[in-house]
């Protein structure tokens, strides 16, 4: 094929793939605008990545909010990012902090390490070892949480280490009760479990 022809035809995918995207932002845009939460943490990861649309990140954060006061996990880990960092609103380590905290308890696990972060070094918040450490170990090896967690060990002494254990036994039980209210099943098995056993909770049948 003839280098003019390999251009074109590279040229024609390049406008036909940009045409999908702007057609994909309007349509996230509408529903979007109708309240639809999952359009609008669409809408703003759009915005903040420039797809179908210049980039910008004042517009990014307004769908941030819109879906994260209406509980979006996903949205609240991206609005406490963006309130962090300071893109596209002024830098507000303490709303940082809540959204991480919000995502977090609805165990969105990419803001758990996040919210340890934040307790670790006194970031929109007391600082507090003990949090940060059973905040980084609900995150866990795959969201960074262990390596965090490892760290902050060697500074820590044992007795902090066992109410950090505790701290966070209570905190997974929090979110367990939580998603079972809102119907998961997997945590409505595991909170029977829990009942059933009488695993940090007096033995309860009727609840299980």
Not at 55 to 70: L, M
Not at 90 to 113: G, I, L, M, T, V
């Amino acid at each position: 094929m003839k280098p003019i022809l390999i251009f074109l035809l590279g040229l024609t995918l390049c406008l036909s793939a940009d045409e999908a995207a702007k057609k994909q932002f309007e349509e996230t845009k509408a529903k979007a605008e109708k309240g639809n939460k999952i359009a609008q943490f669409y809408l703003g990861m759009m915005y903040d990545n420039g797809e179908g649309v210049l980039e910008d990140d004042k517009e990014a954060v307004k769908w941030f909010r819109k879906a994260a006061e209406q509980g979006s996990p996903e949205a609240q880990a991206n609005l406490g990012v963006m309130c962090f960092s300071g893109f596209g609103v002024e830098k507000d380590d303490k709303a940082s902090f809540e959204w991480f905290r919000k995502a977090a308890e609805q165990n969105f696990p990419y803001a758990q390490p996040s919210l340890g972060y934040m307790y670790h070094y006194g970031l929109g918040v007391e600082k507090d070892v003990v949090k940060a450490y059973a905040w980084y170990n609900i995150a866990g090896a795959g969201h960074g949480g262990k390596i965090l967690k490892d760290k902050l060990a060697k500074k820590m002494t044992p007795d902090q280490i066992t109410k950090a254990e505790a701290l966070q036994e209570g905190i997974l039980k929090k979110i367990l009760i939580a998603l079972a209210e809102k119907g998961d099943a997997e945590a409505q098995n595991k909170i029977g479990l829990i009942y059933f056993e009488g695993k940090g909770v007096e033995k309860d049948f009727k609840e299980a």
